[in-house]
């Protein structure tokens, strides 16, 4: 779709959000986020109109967010000036010190310091001496020939392209923990071949492999820190994908296989990609704004009040380190729920992440008989600049969210949701470490991941292939884990309810599930 060039701003800003949500009708009056619009969405919709030359960001989306109050705010805004993200595109400068760049070996493009958060999973692996912790897989099927030179090629090129896949770390050599980016690295790639077309079998011998590949450790001090794993057949191939999460988040999985297909479809047509190139200062961007809320006392004063009351499930002090997350309780989102709460979210302005959020606490409300509680939400951190949505890496946080009243209706409790997400936003980057240590405890023993992967829609445009039978494999440090998913690959909309079987007992996990399905179907019908 062509971009808007009225220069009215109402017919403009209405064309854009269109065209980021997909095409569908957008009112002046109509909710942004109660459209569907999520975080990653929002970056699009901020970098288009500061092209043309209006000074957006994020925080004016997040609270004018119909086109009408959006365009009467961005009235009163000076032209948009250079960012500094933008200014260090030109001048990144380096974040290490001279000594520290001094160190630096020859091969390595680019050295940063390591992210807190990038810190934090290493040690926790480390100590915890489990090799599956933060290890996450994918594998799916592809109905199309393999041609292993050509599937290396598309590999290789992707490790080129995204300088995550080239990263290593390094915690004691220099003056503070550091990652390098190094220029080239040897695409990991191996792969078994059965000459049986039966699907089940390399179903079976993918899934051995993953099992297998799990218990390996990842060195994170070697680049790369991923491996990929290919069962063929004669007229399709299985393909396993296992990265340490230090370098990868849900959102950059996803990015990475729909390029990694994409390129490859292309060489099967002997053609060249035609991929849109992700910003190459991403990550310093990243770091330079998780440095400057470090700084910043308000951010820290804003968290400290949301964690500190009474942790719901564990007392002060009973749990820290990793736990062993390794149960699941699973229920499905029927596409009647799913379509009646998007429903509710849009008559009552707010998201369905919000309404999800809601009815969370919900039911940790009926579960533990707290009318107020935190819970740890899963936050997207990707820096504020054009093509942060094709970036790879970790750019993702935990943060504690407080809610009380719980026995309000829900959509007034996804209301409150809402406008708590957007207060907590500009200081959504700030390390949950530092949270942690100003408490001194876990801020929460429960958290809560809403997942819309919309990048794997790019799939359905990528010729000549076609994919089927997704998994996931993983293991997160935290006790108790909600992961609700949209429109998953994998099985569609669910909910996973991941815990530890040696903190907490089945039926008391299969308590809560039951609690938020019955929240969940409630926040379908109800639109009071």
């Excluded at 994020?58 to 000076?78: G, I, R």
């Amino acid at each position: 779709m062509e971009q808007p060039t009225t220069s009215d701003p109402v017919t403009l800003l209405t064309g854009i959000i269109s065209e980021q949500l997909g095409g569908q009708e957008v009112g002046p009056d109509d909710d942004f986020y109660a459209l569907g619009g999520d975080s990653l969405i929002a970056l699009r919709v901020v970098m288009t109109v500061q092209e043309h030359g209006i000074a957006m960001t994020l925080k004016d989306l997040l609270f004018h967010p119909t086109v009408s109050e959006l365009a009467d705010h961005l009235a009163t805004l000076a032209p948009v000036q250079p960012t500094a993200a933008q200014a260090s595109e030109a001048e990144p400068g380096s974040l290490l010190d001279a000594g520290d760049i001094a160190l630096v070996p020859d091969g390595v493009a680019a050295a940063l310091p390591a992210s807190a958060l990038q810190v934090g999973i290493i040690y926790l692996c480390e100590t915890s001496g489990d090799p599956e912790l933060y290890h996450s897989m994918i594998g799916w099927e592809t109905v199309a020939p393999f041609d292993e030179r050509l599937f290396r090629e598309a590999l290789s090129e992707l490790c080129d392209r995204h300088a995550a896949l080239r990263t290593s770390f390094d915690l004691g050599t220099y003056a503070e923990s550091v990652q390098l980016q190094w220029e080239k690295v040897e695409p990991p790639l191996t792969v078994e071949r059965i000459g049986d077309d039966n699907p089940t079998k390399g179903q079976d011998t993918i899934r051995r492999w993953s099992r297998e590949g799990l218990t390996l450790p990842i060195d994170w001090s070697r680049a790369p820190l991923f491996r990929c794993h290919v069962v063929a057949q004669p007229d399709t191939f299985h393909v396993a994908i296992v990265c340490h999460h230090a370098i990868v988040d849900g959102w950059s999985y996803g990015r990475l296989i729909v390029d990694l297909l994409e390129l490859y479809a292309a060489k099967l047509r002997g053609e060249s990609a035609a991929l849109p190139q992700p910003p190459a200062l991403g990550e310093h961007d990243f770091i330079v704004a998780e440095r400057e809320l470090l700084a910043t006392p308000e951010a820290a004063a804003f968290w400290h009040q949301q964690a500190n009351i009474e942790p719901l499930l564990f007392a002060r002090g009973q749990f820290h380190g990793a736990a062993n997350a390794v149960a699941n309780i699973d229920f499905t989102v029927d596409d009647t729920v799913l379509d009646g709460m998007r429903a509710t979210a849009r008559n009552t302005g707010t998201s369905l992440k919000s309404l999800a959020l809601a009815a969370h606490a919900r039911a940790l409300s009926a579960w533990t008989g707290r009318d107020e509680i935190v819970t740890g939400v899963v936050v997207n951190t990707r820096p504020e600049r054009p093509g942060a949505d094709l970036m790879v890496g970790l750019y993702l946080n935990t943060v504690p969210l407080r809610l009380a009243g719980l026995d309000a209706p829900l959509p007034e409790l996804g209301r409150r949701a809402h406008e708590l997400e957007r207060d907590a936003a500009p200081f959504r980057a700030l390390p949950l470490a530092q949270i942690e240590s100003r408490l001194g405890r876990p801020p929460f023993d429960v958290t809560f991941n809403f997942m819309n992967f919309h990048v794997y829609q790019d799939l359905d445009d990528t010729r000549d292939l076609k994919t089927r039978a997704w998994w996931v494999r993983g293991k997160p440090s935290f006790p108790f884990r909600v992961d609700f998913e949209v429109d998953g690959a994998e099985a569609g909309s669910r909910v996973s309810v991941a815990y530890d079987p040696e903190l907490l007992d089945e039926a008391r996990v299969r308590a809560y599930a039951d609690h938020f399905e019955a929240a969940l179907t409630a926040a379908s019908g109800d639109t009071a």
